[in-house]
């Protein structure tokens, strides 16, 4: 580093939540199940019954395979069904970190000490309260940018 230049030696990243935004939740009979295929521990199967939202996800491969934005998709679902969610995730064509937590009140303890992440995309105003300033707000049918 010289001269205050850290460009080099900046890694500069993005997060967005999975759940309602990368992928809506199944609804009706495919919701019972995958209901039925979680509490059994058959993640794969139940994945397969979520449906993706088109422009969250077209943002995402974006981010990631075009800009080459570090990009971090967090879950609230069990930590059994990360790799679920990756492979998911694949399918659509997109390669990039799945981490899981219990809620999101422990993804903002972890956050808060992740100087990277400079912006996290969530679905809901209550999960951008909780995550703080760099949460940001996107509906499922819009894309966004940095």
């Known amino acids: ?6 460009d ?26 995958e209901k039925f295929y979680a509490r059994r521990g058959e993640w794969e199967k139940a994945m397969k019954l979520w449906k993706p939202n088109d422009l969250p996800l077209k943002s995402l491969i974006d981010s990631v395979e075009r800009r080459g934005i570090n990009t971090n998709v967090i879950t609230f679902l069990p930590a059994e069904a990360e790799e679920p969610v990756y492979r998911w995730l694949l399918r659509k064509g997109v390669s990039c970190t799945v981490t899981a937590y219990a ?42 940018s940095i």
């Open 1 to 6: 580093m010289e001269k205050g230049d850290i």
């Open 103 to 144: 809620s999101p009140e422990d993804y903002e303890s972890d956050l808060r000490y992740d100087r990277s992440i400079k912006v996290v995309y969530v679905p809901s105003k209550e999960i951008a309260y909780t995550l703080g300033m760099r949460a940001t707000v996107v509906s499922p049918a819009s894309a966004w």
């Open 8 to 33: 080099a030696y900046t890694i500069f990243g993005q997060a967005c939540i999975f759940e309602d935004l990368i992928a809506q939740r199944p609804i009706g009979a495919t919701a019972l199940k």
